[in-house]
Nanobody, 113 residues
């Protein structure tokens, strides 16, 4: 079982930036697929970006603004959020796909207009 802990959220103004971190309790070398999701108030959780092997995918609304990366030496997954918009507000979750299938507790990102 892999445990995930996110950090780095906060309150920023429109156009600001944040860097989210997700640290895994164990070694993530064997984890080939990881992702960031977010959930806005009153909405369903949605995929923001994922890394499956060397393949990276972003949803259209964050393409060119967000950057997902990982550091296996630190057992960490990151999400750099740039040029933030109010619609980016939500709780951001780190996720490892099956067979590990773990979720973090989330970190709140709030973007004020």
């Amino acid at each position: 079982q892999v445990q995930l802990v996110e950090s780095g959220g906060g309150l920023v103004q429109t156009g600001g930036a944040l860097r989210l971190s997700c640290v895994a309790s164990g070694n993530i070398d064997g984890i080939d697929a990881m992702a960031w999701y977010r959930q806005a108030p009153g909405k369903q959780r949605e995929l923001v970006a994922n890394m499956i092997g060397n393949n990276i995918k972003y949803i259209d609304s964050v393409e060119g603004r967000f950057v997902i990366s990982r550091d296996n030496a630190k057992n960490a997954l990151y999400l750099q959020l740039n040029d933030l918009k109010p619609e980016d507000t939500g709780v951001y979750y780190c996720h490892t796909y099956p067979p590990f299938n773990s979720w973090g507790q989330g970190t709140q990102v709030t973007v004020s207009s």
